[in-house]
Nanobody, 122 residues
Framework: QVQLVESGGGLVQAEGSLRLSCAVS????????MGWFRQAPGQEREFVAA????????LYADSVKGRFTISRDNAKNTVYLQMNSLKPEDTAVYYC???????????????WGQGTQVTVSS
């Protein structure tokens, strides 16, 4: 069983930065593509970013491209989301997820963390 635990959320002012982390249990972390998703109150969950198992390829939502960076450290079984130039509309609960292949579709991810709240004040 794969378990994911997010951390690093919090309250930040607009134009500030946060780095989210997602620690993953299991010995086969490098075989999983990892994704970050977010859900704001009253809205559907949306794709943010994803990275292949090797870290060699990434995907981003248009809304975060150029501001957010996804990365991973396979030696530490951890995936990161560096968020810069944050905007109030980035406020949401952020979730990490694991899947066999990299995809923007949340429905295809097999394992999910519990989420971490990110609040950006104007």
């Amino acid at each position: 069983q794969v378990q994911l635990v997010e951390s690093g959320g919090g309250l930040v002012q607009a134009e500030g930065s946060l780095r989210l982390s997602c620690a993953v249990s299991g010995r086969t972390f490098s075989s999983y593509a990892m994704g970050w998703f977010r859900q704001a109150p009253g809205q559907e969950r949306e794709f943010v970013a994803a990275i292949t198992g090797s870290g060699g390829s990434t995907l981003y939502a248009d809304s975060v491209k150029g501001r957010f960076t996804i990365s991973r450290d396979n030696a530490k079984n951890t995936v990161y989301l560096q968020m810069n130039s944050l905007k109030p509309e980035d406020t949401a609960v952020y979730y990490c997820a694991a899947n066999e292949r990299v995809t923007r579709s949340g429905r295809e991810y097999d394992y999910w963390g519990q989420g971490t709240q990110v609040t950006v004040s104007s």
